[in-house]
């Protein structure tokens, strides 16, 4: 593992020591390498895990969300490098230095074997993302977003730590591999549905779960489009990966202190889809559609049955790609129009008719159109809900026609129909965005060929 | 309306004006009022149209109207809402009602099927994957 921390490290000096107009591409080139050099963590065992150390370790689970988050980092570097033009080259290292200083902390979390480190890391991605959504946001509302982010993750995730210390001390070690073995399925005192809850908040609202889910729209819509994608994309998984690591310790208090969040998860996903259909600001449209996917997730992991562990790693990798690639799109609409509202750029296919075509392809995966790995993910998830409870299956089914109804919805009112007339300098795409299309859709296409490799440890 | 039989819109062309029998008795006020909409759009087309054809103009022309809109649909909600019972009654049936609703609709499913699965009545054969 540290063959992949200590040139991520590294990356620091090299930004800082670059020349003003080597900068971009050396970071983009160096965080393209280390990349690579994550690929052979995935030749590990099928049925256990790879232990690297005491402290870090990768298992099925870990190792494809290691993969997209190295992936990322160059995707955020390039798409960053237009709204970050005309700064100060000092401001540029510095916002590099953020994003590199996050992918450190993402690469160890998703390692972590000790539970407190996980923890202590899990808070600290928080501190990089709140300095881009705060200083390098558009508009003025992203001091309310960065105050509504940072205070929703901090109060769910303290009594994260004051349980962690607590099991801590019980339990005797956090390791989570021996961890596994430990648990004693004690009997059902009200403690021990606090202990859960206590566990679960912190990913709840990191999710996030629809009662909560409130700094999302915010911190999604303010961000810079760096911000925006990695919160998309991975942090938004964090919480996945916590609730999959630790639902594993946590067994049986789960069946009856499910059933609140279960009824948050399963109506919030078909109100958050059908708020997409009102929003007239793209970026908020994509946001809201995080918020339904994770739902689903969320109601994959409560349910704990192996189809829908399964459909919950599928989904939470293809959403990742997916949700970043849209805002790509977005804001390469935005850098165009300097506005977020959908309808002052339409018809844009006639314009550009190459981003049209990732358009299509982004609309496409994010409806979950076979064979795509989201609708693996959604298929298994959707299975193993209805082996839950048969009624589920009706509000499953809305959403899906939901969710495909906003995304075409997105699509049509961004690509069809006649352009706008007064919009007759939009530049034409750049290769540099081209390409940062290109290398979201190309894992998310090939990964169609072998999926087992995102289906994680229960495959 | 048409009183004239000869002059009917078609598919493709709609009646002007001119030829509907109903454009020749409008009250006063109502053709003040429409005075007043045609100077509105006309100063508005005449400030596009100025920037329209502006040849030193580089980038977009905004509309000052469509920013209004957007910023009141999206962050200016809150700020003009205020609590009243009937609103805050609509808030709960509509926000919490149906959690309580498809949480008795759950329960009583899963409740039924373990009651079943007690009585060794449903049929729980053995699946490789479930």
């Known amino acids: ?459 | 309306k048409m009183s004239n039989p000869k002059y009917k819109p078609a598919r493709l062309a709609t009646l002007p004006p001119t030829l509907d029998p109903a454009e020749y008795d409008i009250s006063p006020e109502a053709r003040k009022a429409q005075a007043e909409r045609l100077a509105i759009r006309s100063r508005l087309k005449r400030e596009y149209l100025l920037q329209y054809n502006n040849p030193s103009r580089h980038g977009l022309i905004e509309d000052p109207a469509l920013a209004r809109w957007t910023f009141a649909r999206t962050a200016n909600v809150y700020p003009n809402f205020r609590p009243t019972p009937k609103n805050s009654l609509l808030g709960a049936v509509i926000g919490i009602g149906p959690l309580i609703f498809w949480y008795y609709v759950f329960k009583t499913d899963r409740d039924r099927k373990e009651k079943l699965i007690k009585e060794g009545k449903l049929d729980r054969r053995y699946n490789i994957s479930y």
């Open chain 1, 1 to 459: 593992m540290l063959k992949i921390i200590i040139p991520t490290v590294m990356l620091i000096p090299l930004t800082w020591l670059s020349k003003s107009n080597m900068l971009w591409i050396n970071s983009t080139m160096y965080s393209l390498m280390i990349s690579m050099t994550c690929l052979p963590l995935m030749n590990q065992f099928c049925d256990n895990s790879l232990n690297l150390s005491m402290l870090f370790f990768s298992d099925s689970l870990s190792t494809p969300l290691l993969m997209l988050t190295t992936w990322l980092l160059p995707l955020m570097i390039i798409a960053s490098q237009h709204h970050m033009a005309k700064e100060p080259p000092t401001r540029k290292k510095l916002y590099i230095t953020m994003m590199i200083l996050l992918q450190i902390f993402l690469i160890m979390t998703f390692s972590a074997t000790e539970l407190i480190m996980f923890y202590i890391l899990f808070e600290a991605t928080l501190v990089p993302t709140l300095i881009m959504i705060t200083r390098w946001g558009g508009q003025t509302e992203r001091l309310n977003a960065g105050i509504y982010f940072l205070f929703y993750t901090l109060a769910g995730s303290l009594p994260l730590l004051v349980a962690l210390i607590y099991t801590q001390t019980t339990l005797g070690s956090l390791n989570l591999l021996l961890a596994q073995y430990w648990i004693d399925s004690s009997t059902h005192i009200w403690g021990n549905s606090l202990l859960w809850l206590a566990y679960m908040m912190a990913f709840m609202v990191k999710m996030p779960l629809y009662g909560l889910h409130l700094w999302l729209p915010k911190a999604h819509v303010e961000a810079p489009i760096a911000g925006s994608m990695v919160l998309a994309a991975i942090l938004l998984k964090l919480g996945g990966y916590g609730m999959l690591r630790i639902t594993m310790m946590l067994s049986p208090t789960i069946n009856f202190m499910a059933y609140p969040f279960m009824m948050l998860s399963l109506w919030g996903m078909v109100m958050t889809s059908s708020i997409c259909l009102r929003q007239t600001d793209l970026k908020s449209l994509i946001a809201y559609s995080s918020v339904s996917h994770m739902a689903l997730v969320i109601m994959a992991i409560l349910i704990q049955s192996p189809w829908s562990f399964m459909g919950a790693t599928a989904l939470m990798i293809a959403h990742g790609l997916t949700s970043s690639l849209l805002f790509c799109l977005a804001n390469s609409n935005y850098e165009r129009t300097h506005s977020r509202t959908m309808i002052l750029a339409r018809g844009l296919q006639m314009i550009l008719p190459l981003m049209a075509a990732w358009w299509l392809l982004a609309s496409l995966t994010n409806l979950a159109l076979p064979p795509s790995i989201n609708l693996i993910g959604e298929l298994f998830v959707t299975v193993s809900m209805f082996s839950w409870s048969n009624f589920s299956i009706i509000l499953l089914g809305i959403n899906i026609i939901i969710t495909a109804l906003y995304t075409l919805y997105m699509l049509i009112m961004t690509q069809r129909g006649k352009y706008t007339y007064h919009i007759h300098n939009i530049k034409p795409s750049f290769t540099r965005e081209n390409t940062l299309m290109s290398l979201h859709l190309v894992p998310l296409l090939l990964l169609m060929i072998s999926p087992k490799i995102i289906l994680g440890t229960t495959y």
